[in-house]
T-cell receptor
């Protein structure tokens, strides 16, 4: 059974810092990996999707990497801003399936 | 915004009553999903659909049924609501009509079962 883990569960950093969020998964036979953000009381917003054949994806200040062999992904946020405060979730789609398996998220707080 | 709406957005009901949640999409996506989100458990898949009248179970399907009679609508029914089904329910679509595998989520329905 695929399990997805995100560490740490919570992170607080001062504004302007670069930071890395971690995601690990137990079964390397994934089809793709997706990063989301969720603001309190809101739905999920898709940030980046990495296909299993890709190593990284970038969108603005965000860069996500994927190392399938080690079962890890990282989300790099450059020059963090208070507006980046949210919970960040990673999720994988297993090969042959159409379903996302989610980690429990990292709650990020950027302090002005 | 992937044109996904959910109704109702909030509902309070009593144990033992049937409840139906609706997910509506406007972009003709084939795959639709229902998830629930609970503290300590994260997001878990309940059921999903891969076409009209084609559905399959997810991780936590007991006590739930689904129907998809039209491409645009995916209904989730709690046959007899229990307090353990108090949760936030999210609908999602896979954006193949946009040429992507990205899943897009609706705004959620907060359900309270008393």
């Amino acid at each position: 059974k695929q399990e997805v883990t995100q560490i740490p569960a919570a992170l607080s950093v001062p504004e302007g810092e670069n930071l890395v969020l971690n995601c690990s998964f137990t079964d390397s036979a994934i089809y793709n990996l997706q990063w989301f953000r969720q603001d309190p009381g809101k739905g999920l917003t898709s940030l980046l999707l990495i296909q299993s054949s890709q190593r990284e994806q970038t969108s603005g200040r965000l860069n996500a990497s994927l190392d399938k062999s080690s079962g890890r992904s990282t989300l790099y946020i450059a020059a963090s801003q208070p507006g980046d405060s949210a919970t960040y979730l990673c999720a994988v789609v297993i090969q042959g399936a159409q379903k996302l398996v989610f980690g429990q998220g990292t709650r990020l707080t950027i302090n002005p | 915004d992937a044109g996904i709406t959910q109704s109702p957005r909030h509902k309070v009901t009593e144990t033992g009553t049937p409840v139906t949640l609706r997910c509506h999409q406007t972009e003709n996506h084939r795959y639709m999903y229902w998830y629930r989100q609970d503290p300590g458990h994260g997001l878990r898949l309940i059921h999903y659909s891969y076409g009209v009248k084609d559905t399959d179970k997810g991780e936590v399907s007991d006590g739930y049924s689904v129907s998809r009679s039209k491409t645009e609508d995916f209904l989730l029914t709690l046959e007899s609501a229990t307090s353990s089904q108090t949760s936030v329910y999210f609908c999602a679509i896979k954006g193949q009509a946009r040429g992507t595998d990205t899943q897009y989520f609706g705004p959620g329905t907060r359900l309270t079962v008393l």
